[in-house]
């Protein structure tokens, strides 16, 4: 038994409380090492008190792990516990203090600990959220509603971009959608920036108290929520507050008043005067030079003045939520004191944060509901568009990263495939609708929120900034009806069955260019199957899927031992 791979701690994502009297456990060990697993528990302080047995599960594997997990029902709020395990030809007790060839006596001071069931730390993801699909919208490239509201310089709808120039996109655009939107089976929208700013993304806000006049004002923005609301659909902004625009009015007084401005600290300026441009000296945003100078959140006025901010516009304009822009550059303690704040204000807002790799440390549940996943979509390119991993390989990282992570915070991630800071999927692809098509049976069968980002519905492509922010195609002869209809025909089958929203995820298969699994939610279950190449492939699960109706895709072939899974192909089988 490989020993330096069995690990347990009792904490987060190993154990959390799913309420106040249930615990849920989770062990991992090396992959088709251990046979059984069973866990010993008892009350804290029932000192004489004989331990009940459980065994544990096994719920996922990879390419070098197995994850082993069960929930015990305690009768009080805390738990000691340790673990029998076997294989084939040997049998060992693990404890917080190591292994042993025999059980522990009953006043062993080595257990592993779950002090007490804390009612605040139990996490709860917003009621809402298993059941959306959530969609992107840049707002200055979706649709120009209000023409008397276009910057002097507004080009002609659909040219090719460049980084600065404008095209009249705004909130009267969006509202004028709404029942695009509702008929392609969105329920839920994310905006990028809206705030007053000079640039064509508002990532460098000149004012949090005010909507960019190029795109209305508050009450254009209360219109569109409110429509929104009316028509199912939520809203939630974009909060940027790692870092400023340079017209910010704080960072404005330093350059004026240097050292004596009571907003000095507010910023972390290296040296006085202020000098602007590729040397500038102060600190800012990654590479972005002067125009986004960085906000000390370690100062109590930087917080107290964005804590308002993301109250505010909960308060003034009801929106659903927030997406937190380079969250990773913030403090914990901010984001704590935000959570707090957001969640008091409106108690079902979900919080979103910008993590583009490993997001554990946010998501213990004290801290945001989810993140952009990120690895989520890293995994989708190099698997279905590029065909640079096998499903062996796409397994195990979704696998990992789902492990990290509290089973209800998997639940809240976004699990996008393009955004406004990547290339699109379809570039990404070269072209191949085909591989795009099996991407998006993926995404919206997989535990997670399915995103879309504003026409990818339609086949738009293009490359980085500035390319993937190109216009919106509203012209029906330039859209491919192909990935529209195909999107449509998933969000259905999505929305109509929760196993797909609310079912637990097992991977039964991930050899070659198959990935297949099964969603499943009480009694009833959804099985997909997916072959990611151009030739045919076998798998031999045939009674797992032989018994089903299909949802989705394509037909497949039953054999005697095994089914004929035909070339770049998804099934969908309930």
């Known amino acids: 038994m490989i020993k330096q791979a069995i690990f347990h701690k009792s904490d987060t994502p190993f154990a959390y409380s799913l309420n106040k009297d249930e615990l849920h456990i989770v062990l991992k060990a090396a992959a088709k090492d251990i046979k059984r697993s069973y866990i010993f528990y008892r009350d804290r302080y029932d000192w004489n008190g004989k331990f009940k047995v459980k065994p544990m599960v096994r719920t996922q594997s990879d390419e070098l792990f197995d994850y082993f997990e069960t929930t015990l029902k305690l009768n009080k709020k805390f738990a000691y ?33 779950f002090p007490y069931i804390c009612e605040r730390d139990i996490f709860f993801s917003p009621s809402w959220t298993s059941d959306c699909i959530f969609y992107q919208i840049f707002p200055e490239r979706f649709n120009n509603g209000d023409k008397s509201n276009d910057p002097g310089n507004v080009m002609k709808w659909g040219e090719k971009p460049s980084s600065n120039t404008f095209f009249g996109g705004d ?38 108290y005010v909507i960019d ?3 209305g004002d508050i009450e254009t923005a209360k219109e569109l929520v409110k429509k929104c609301h009316e028509n199912g659909i939520k809203v939630i902004f ?18 004026k008043n ?33 125009r986004m100078p960085k906000l000390m959140t370690k100062n109590p006025e930087v917080r107290k003045y964005l804590l308002e901010v993301a109250k505010y516009w909960i308060k003034e304009v009801d929106i659903d939520g927030w997406r937190l822009d380079v969250a990773n550059e913030i403090d914990h303690h901010f984001w704590r004191e935000f959570r707090d704040v957001v969640k008091s204000t409106k108690s079902d807002s979900i919080i979103i944060g910008e993590v583009m790799h490993d997001a554990s440390p946010w998501l213990k549940g004290d801290q945001f509901d989810g993140v952009m996943n990120y690895p989520f979509r890293n995994a989708m390119i190099d698997f279905f568009a590029k065909r640079t991993i096998n499903s062996s390989k796409f397994n195990t990282i979704l696998i990992e990263n789902m492990m990290k992570h509290i089973e209800a915070v998997n639940r809240c991630m976004f699990n996008l495939i393009g955004s406004h800071d990547t ?17 998006i049976a993926f995404q919206f069968t997989y535990t997670g929120i399915p995103y879309i980002y504003y026409g990818d519905e339609v086949g738009m492509t293009g490359g980085y900034d500035p390319d993937c922010r190109m216009c919106m195609v509203w012209d029906d002869d330039k859209q491919n009806k ?5 999107y449509k025909k998933l969000i259905s089958i999505r929305k109509e069955n929760e196993e797909l929203r609310y079912g637990n995820y097992k991977t039964l298969c991930a050899e070659g260019s198959i990935i297949c699994f099964e969603r499943k939610y009480m009694d009833n279950s959804i099985v997909v199957v997916i072959n990611n190449s151009d030739k045919s492939a076998k798998i031999s699960i045939h009674d797992i899927i032989g018994k089903r109706d299909i949802l989705g895709m394509n037909e497949y072939q039953l054999k005697k031992d095994y089914a004929v899974i035909e070339p770049n192909s998804a099934y969908i089988l309930k």
Request: overall charge negative; glycine content about 6%; hydrophobic content about 35%.
């Open 171 to 208: 909130l009267k655009g969006i509202i004028e959608k709404i029942d695009y939107l509702k008929d392609l089976g969105i329920n839920a929208i994310y905006l990028t920036p809206i705030f007053l700013s000079p640039s064509t993304h508002k990532y460098d806000t000149t004012d949090y």
């Open 423 to 439: 290339e699109r999927f379809l570039t990404m692809a070269d072209g191949n609708v085909l591989r795009m098509k099996l991407a």
């Open 81 to 113: 516990y340790f673990y029998l395990i076997s294989n084939n030809s040997e049998k060992i007790y693990y404890t917080e203090n190591g292994f042993f060839d025999s059980k522990p006596p009953m006043n062993y001071h080595g257990y592993f600990q």
């Open 482 to 486: 192909e990935i529209y209809n195909f």
């Open 258 to 290: 240097g050292r004596s401005s009571k907003y000095w600290d507010w910023f972390n300026i290296y040296e006085y005067p202020i000098k602007i441009g590729d040397d500038c000296n102060y600190e800012v945003f990654g590479d972005h030079a002067w």
């Open 238 to 255: 974009d909060a940027v507050f790692n870092h400023c625009g340079y017209n910010f009015f704080a960072f404005q007084d330093v350059i």
């Open 213 to 215: 006049p190029h795109f």
